[in-house]
């Protein structure tokens, strides 16, 4: 029997392949290798050791980028395990009744990244990036941390347009909903 706490464990080559995958998507199709000054060689089978370096050291910079990588990789372990479980976003964003509680959809996936796990920079559902101010941190945190929720204390925590309009956008998409 196999048990999971937290994340899944992903395997090294599939992240690697999906990382790669991502960093050729963002090329135009059009992106040629090019090297104006290579002299002419004198055997043309040569591997040059001055190309394999350059070519190296440009591939290297593509995957160099912390930032970039902290993004896709928060994306990456949020996006949802079985796609078709995932709730359908609505057309409206459903009003919430305080007086009963709500729940975080059990499809949901949820990553907080930034410089600090006491304030998260980003929220991350289901691989949807959303950013975060003093304002909407705090229900974000509740919202990472719970399934369960007396929607009167995300009322309040929603007291800011940021952290409003968060709340709203998780309930369009459905990922908080209330029991009809």
Known sequence: MTFSVGFRAP??????????????????TDTLWRDPDLTPQSEPAWLNPEVVSRLHQKLTALMSNKEHFEDWLAGYLSAPKYPTAEPEPLEQTPPLDQAQPSYRDESVRIV?????????????????????????????????????????????????????QLLRELAKLGFIYQQE
Do not use: C
């Open 11 to 28: 395997d090294l080559k599939q992240v690697l392949r999906e990382y790669s995958e991502h960093i050729i998507e963002q090329f135009s």
């Open 112 to 164: 907080l990244s930034g410089t600090s796990s006491e304030q998260p920079q980003y929220l991350y559902a289901n691989g949807r990036r959303f950013t975060l101010d003093e304002g909407s941190m705090p229900l974000a945190r509740v919202f990472s941390r719970q399934r369960l929720f007396d929607t009167s204390e995300l009322l309040t925590l929603a007291q800011s347009e940021s952290a409003l």
